[in-house]
């Protein structure tokens, strides 16, 4: 063998670099990061207050399922009105909220809120619990984006207070679209908040 010729057993293992860290490198990358975990955090937070201050509209929305089943039923006919009562007395802020767009719906000022409710107990209804037909159809309306049929109150009324024979007589197209107008105001309504 020639020896000027390298072998094998002269070669040695190269070393290798020092591993690259995946931690950022300059104080710009870690506030980025924390601007990130800090918007996450804010985001969740808020789709989880979201997601627990629409409890009542979920409850509402089981309930409205649990009566469209029974849709022949008088009984399940009479608690539309109820429910959707009930959903409106559950809306946060519905005192304030309702008394200001009835107070605007009449022309009046709502500042009238800013005055004790002793002083006001004849002036404005308190809250959708006392709103009558005019100011119930106002109520849901202004909750709701798309136009609700001019009467739906009226319908809300004539199922709560008519006789047995009237509800009776309701033709099948006609209660499913009461149930879907309910189920719509239900899953659709605005709340201030």
């Known amino acids: 063998m020639n020896p000027n010729i390298p072998s094998i057993e002269q070669l040695k293992e190269l070393a290798l670099p020092a591993p690259i860290s995946y931690a950022p490198q300059t104080w710009g990358w870690w506030v980025l990061l924390a601007v990130l975990v800090v ?4 985001l969740g937070a808020r789709r989880y207050w979201q997601w627990r201050r629409d409890r009542y509209r979920r409850e509402a929305l089981a309930r409205l399922a649990q009566l469209q089943q029974r849709s022949g039923d008088l009984s399940a006919l009479r608690e539309l009105p109820e429910l959707l009562k009930r959903v409106a007395l559950s809306m946060p802020n519905t005192v304030a909220v309702g008394a200001s767009l009835l107070a605007m719906a009449r022309g009046q000022s709502p500042t009238v809120l800013n005055v004790p409710a002793s002083s006001r107990a004849g002036s404005l209804p308190q809250g ?10 106002v109520f849901l309306q202004q909750h709701l984006k798309q136009p609700l049929p001019a009467d739906f109150s009226q319908q809300l009324a004539q199922l709560a207070y008519a006789p047995d024979s009237t509800l009776q007589a309701l033709p099948p197209e006609q209660r499913q679209q009461l149930f879907d107008t309910c189920k719509t105001w239900v899953e659709r ?3 201030a908040a």
């Not at 918007?39 to 804010?42: E, F, Q, S, V």
């Not at 959708?128 to 159809?137: E, I, N, V, Y």
């Open 39 to 42: 918007t996450a955090l804010l």
């Open 128 to 137: 959708p619990a006392s709103l009558g037909k005019d100011d119930w159809q």
């Open 189 to 191: 309504h605005h709340v």
